[in-house]
């Protein structure tokens, strides 16, 4: 009998941005399995030899364009399991934060069909796992100042 699998191969990475007070978070819709036609932040494979930092940074320039310095990633402390019936298999992905300029729009690679903004207020209805939830809110405390939102 085999059981459930556990992944750790995977990177999320929240691109934000701070617009007149109000922290906007990217979402990308899926053109591709899995998860195809759902919306999701950055999102990709760590590949073989590579840290999940230099899968993150690798996987923001492919999927919308976005060149970034490793000082420009945010690490977030929490890593949220969360479970993928597609596959059947637990995943644990490390997370990450970058912070765009407000002006800055995202190039879509083909793994993606559409990309918008999403508010604070609209998180919880638009991002499908708590454990985004849960990142999306350290991320509001740790990164974004009061000054700013």
């Known amino acids: 009998m085999t059981g459930i699998t556990v992944r750790t191969d995977l990177v999320d990475v929240y691109v934000f941005k701070?617009?007149?007070?109000?922290?906007?978070?990217?979402q990308l819709r899926r053109a591709t399995e899995p998860l195809n036609d759902t919306w999701q932040?950055?999102?990709g494979h760590i590949e073989a030899g590579e840290t999940a930092i230099e899968a993150a940074l690798r996987e923001v320039r492919e999927e919308v364009g976005l060149a970034l310095d490793p000082e420009s990633l945010h690490p977030l402390e929490q890593v949220h399991p969360y479970f993928l019936p597609r596959q059947n298999a637990i995943m644990l992905s490390p997370r990450f934060a970058a912070r765009v300029d407000a002006t800055w729009t995202p190039t879509l690679n083909e793994e993606h069909s559409?990309?918008?903004?999403?508010?604070?207020?609209?998180?919880?209805?638009?991002?499908?796992?708590?454990?985004?939830?849960?990142?999306?809110?350290?991320?509001?405390a740790r990164l974004v100042d009061d000054a700013d939102a």
């Open 41 to 43: 932040p950055v999102m």
């Open 114 to 140: 559409d990309w918008r903004w999403v508010t604070m207020a609209d998180v919880e209805t638009m991002f499908m796992w708590p454990g985004q939830w849960a990142s999306i809110r350290e991320l509001r």
């Open 18 to 26: 701070v617009v007149g007070g109000s922290v906007e978070l990217l």
